[in-house]
């Protein structure tokens, strides 16, 4: 849940270490710091609470004396609140060494112990400053960085990454990883560390993966990566695939209305390259055919927004492919024993690949034999590596901590797997597939239309709506998982009370909470396509608006049996039902944003999140 920069080179390191934590914000942001070796050979460190903005204004204030070897850190807390004290560098021996960490030492306890018992002090509350203070101790033993560093994290459980310099060995920055994010950005003469590429892609696309209980030091002219144990070992060179523009904000209030106007390009992209002759062919998954057609069960597994993508892509995956689809949140899915076997494929998605939860699940379901395929967003980051194939979503780096562009691109990545599997399974007609590829490719000029005819419309109802105090959503068939979505999408940025139900379920209990007034959004699907759905919904529709609720519906274009029952009306183009959702779901991301900003709310940044959830 924390952002880490680090740098070794030849230019003065604050500059680089401070854009770098901008654009690894979205991490963390309750305090930021630095710790750079100055020019004059000393170890200076500043830390604040607060957003990045604080630190920055600090420094500016009081500068630092820089040089060109230094580390950086954002913070979203776990061990002791977000304070001056708690906020990372922590500092030993003497403050000549400084240490910066993500993740959660789980044994921080006994090794504190340890350590008071040997007369040592602490000044914070965290578990990183034990690790620090240890690091110190083995320091001053071995007199060597790397070799002390190794004796440390081998001594470490649970997850780190962890950056360390010390003002005794300038131009060097170590850094080690496990189960927790790290990648090595390669430069001319100099050399970076970060969470993600985008810690320094504005001054290289040239990255190395590290992998899983993994040292690295870097210096100006080297880089050299070896396991805990001191082997070297192989790195896996990749192009970042983006560039630092591509991870600003532009001329956008927001990266999430930036990144909701990238919704059609997300899905563009991610189709890309992966439909020859109008079939699905997915390079990245050649030479995998026996896999696929070795299963006999798929088990999506994610958290939050792409478990709600997953829950999309079942209905789709299911018949198109004829294999039985379960969807689990990935913090359930272990926790009890499932039924796993060599022919369950487990599918996980996440965005930036680093969903601590997810990652064990999938951890979980290789150890009893299952496949993985990872649906991921993030190049280089861990879920893709502990899975047997990966299927890239193209959406670009994904900035605001809720996720948007990242869902769309999800179900259109499910869609494309499902489509893959079915062709080889010979489970689907050659012209029905290629009915639905047609409608995939046209999803994103869809998408635009949305955006091009609704986007001012509802961010004038969401103004109005600012002084709301909850908002139910219901949805039936793909249409509820839509529900559930837009319903998260508005509690995390705008803090109101939402819930999205089923629409058949309504009268089992939801309808209880109608009153005169209740806003209730409502995902109508096609009368066309699913006349049946679609009558019952519209009856779901009179019965709460009999009760006083007022209605919105997302209804595509002409269904005119809408209209009697509705206060507002959303109209979404005319698309298969699989593709509604990916209509279905702009008005709501674009109505949860435009009521937090009328609401005065950092859409971005809100209270109590970040972006990716790197501790259980
Ligand atoms: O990076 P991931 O896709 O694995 O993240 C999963 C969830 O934490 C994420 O979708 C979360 O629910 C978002 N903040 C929702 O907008």
Redo the contacts with the bound molecule.
Sequence with gaps: MCGIVGYVGSRPSQGILLSGLSRLEYRGYDSAGVAVIGDDGTLGMRKRAGKLAVLRDDLAAHPLADGTTGIGHTRWATHGGPTDANAHPHLADDDKLAVIHNGIIENFAELKDELLAEGYTFRSETDTEVAAVLLGREYRASGDLVTAFRTVVARLEGAFTLLAMHEDAPGLVVGARRNSPLVIGLGEGENFLGSDVAAFVEHTRNALAIGQDEIVAIRPGSVEVTNFDGEDVEVEPFEVVWDAAAAEKGGWSSFMAKEVSEEPDAVANTIRGRVRDGAVVIPELEGLDELFLGIDRIVVI?????AYAGQVGKYALEQWTRIPVDVELAHEFRYRDPVLTPRTLVVS???????MD?LMAVKYARERGAKTVSICNTQGATIPRESDAIVYTHAGPEVA???TK?FVAQITALYLLALHVARLRGSLAAEVAAEQVHELEAVPAKIAQVLEAEQAHVEQFARWMADTHSVLFLGRHVGYPIALEGA??LK?ISYIHAEGFAAGELKHGPIALIEPGQPVFVIVPSPRESAELHKKVVSNIQEIRARGARVIVVAEEGDAAVLPFADEVLRIPLAAPFFEPLLAVVPLHIFAMGLATAKGLDVDQPRN?A???TVE
């Design positions: 994610a958290c939050g927004t792409a998605i996440s965005q930036s690949g680093e969903t997810t901590v809720a996720s990242a998260l999408k995390e999140l972006k990716s959830v």
